[in-house]
Structures are given as structure tokens and as C-alpha cells.
């Protein structure tokens, strides 16, 4: 049996992996050859349901699209992530699929700042988001900043004091920084 760890396995490996009962209720992504448990804390995780809750009531009154959260994963090539939030516009829809091989239009992830290792991985995977066309939003709680990156721009770093738009991925959302970390 395999184990998270940083040596490379494949794409068949990583599924075989994750196929196995013991991990069943467990999140695992492959990043860059290497299978990573998802990570999670209370104030991370309560950062990403709340961004997720004001793109709800977004999609409310714009339903041009569909959301998913951290208990859904992408096939980005032949890499699988497991955002905090993914956006889909239609045509598009979710599939039924663990991993959607869909690509997504925007992810959110929010920084698990455990390790060295986790902000490698999450380099990783915002390369190859914007490689594949995608819109990502890095939030940083501890510094309180969302860096936005979108293919083919220069990435913009809003702090508390700003506003996040949803550019021509989202039309029309904006959301004042603050709110995401404020929890009045």
C-alpha cells in the first residue's frame, strides 16, 4: 500500500490509492507526482464556506453557474486538485464524477499555512490552473490578502482594504476583502 509522501507516482497509482477503503473518508490530491492529503483547519476552512456563501447569493440573482467545495476534485492534465472552491459556468455543469474532467472557470484556495511544503504544492497547482485557462484566488488569512491571478496578467494582491471583483468570470460580484475576514 502507498502512503502520502513526496516521492512520484502516477496517475494509475493515485488511483488505486485513493480507491482503497481505508481512505474513504479521506481527501487526498496528486500534486506534481505526489499524493497530499488535503489539509484543514477551523479558521481556513470557515474562510472558504464563507466566500463560497457570498458566490451563492451571487449565483442567486446571476445564475450563469455552479459551485463546488473542497469535497470535489478537477482533473487539471493529469494532476488532481481538490480546490476550496471551484466555479463552473454553464454550459458546463457538475458531474457526478469524484473528479470533474471538466476545467473549472475559477478556484478559490484558501492558504493552510502548514508547511513549506503546502505553499510548494500550492504553487504547483496555481501554474497549472493558469496553464489551463483558469481564474485562481489565493486567500491568505493570516495576512489577510486575496492575491487574484488570472492567465496571462500580472498578479494583483488586494489587502482588507480593497474590493475583489469577479472580472469576466463573474460579471458584475464584487466583495469587499474585509468581509471574507470578518466574522461580525
Same mark, same amino acid.
Given at each position: 500500500?502507498?502512503?502520502?509522501? $513526496?516521492? %512520484?507516482?502516477?496517475? @494509475?497509482?493515485?488511483?488505486? =490509492?485513493?480507491?482503497?477503503?481505508? %481512505?474513504?473518508? *479521506?481527501?487526498?490530491?496528486?500534486?506534481?507526482?505526489?499524493? /497530499?492529503?488535503?489539509?484543514?483547519?477551523?479558521?481556513?476552512?470557515?474562510?472558504?464556506?464563507?466566500?463560497?456563501? =457570498? !458566490?451563492?447569493?451571487?449565483?442567486?440573482? %446571476?445564475?450563469?453557474?455552479?459551485?463546488?467545495?473542497?469535497?470535489?476534485?478537477?482533473?487539471?492534465?493529469?494532476?488532481?486538485?481538490?480546490?476550496?472552491?471551484?466555479?463552473?459556468? $454553464?454550459?458546463?455543469?457538475?458531474? !457526478?464524477?469524484?473528479?470533474?474532467?471538466?476545467? #473549472?472557470?475559477?478556484?478559490?484556495?484558501? @492558504?493552510?499555512?502548514?508547511? *513549506?511544503?503546502? *505553499?510548494? %504544492?500550492?504553487?504547483? $497547482?496555481?501554474?497549472?490552473?493558469?496553464?489551463?485557462?483558469? /481564474?485562481?484566488?489565493?486567500?491568505? #488569512?493570516?495576512? *489577510?490578502?486575496?492575491?487574484?491571478? /488570472? #492567465?496571462?496578467?500580472?498578479?494583483?494582491?488586494?489587502?482588507?482594504? @480593497?474590493?475583489?471583483?469577479?472580472?469576466?468570470?463573474? #460579471?458584475?460580484?464584487?466583495?469587499?476583502?474585509? $468581509?471574507?475576514?470578518?466574522?461580525?
Amino acid at each position: 500500500m502507498l502512503a502520502p509522501s $513526496k516521492q %512520484h507516482v502516477t496517475l @494509475d497509482a493515485f488511483e488505486a =490509492f485513493i480507491a482503497q477503503p481505508e %481512505h474513504a473518508d *479521506r481527501i487526498f490530491q496528486l500534486i506534481a507526482g505526489e499524493i /497530499v492529503e488535503v489539509p484543514s483547519n477551523t479558521n481556513s476552512s470557515g474562510v472558504g464556506i464563507r466566500i463560497a456563501g =457570498f !458566490l451563492f447569493v451571487y449565483f442567486l440573482d %446571476h445564475p450563469i453557474g455552479a459551485m463546488s467545495g473542497e469535497a470535489g476534485g478537477w482533473k487539471i492534465g493529469d494532476e488532481r486538485y481538490v480546490p476550496d472552491v471551484a466555479v463552473v459556468l $454553464k454550459p458546463k455543469t457538475l458531474s !457526478l464524477e469524484w473528479f470533474n474532467s471538466q476545467t #473549472p472557470d475559477l478556484v478559490v484556495e484558501v @492558504d493552510y499555512p502548514s508547511s *513549506r511544503e503546502s *505553499r510548494r %504544492h500550492l504553487m504547483v $497547482k496555481v501554474a497549472n490552473y493558469l496553464s489551463a485557462g483558469v /481564474v485562481v484566488w489565493v486567500v491568505y #488569512p493570516e495576512d *489577510r490578502e486575496v492575491y487574484v491571478f /488570472v #492567465p496571462g496578467q500580472p498578479v494583483k494582491i488586494l489587502t482588507e482594504n @480593497d474590493t475583489l471583483d469577479g472580472g469576466a468570470v463573474l #460579471p458584475g460580484f464584487t466583495l469587499a476583502v474585509s $468581509k471574507i475576514f470578518d466574522w461580525e
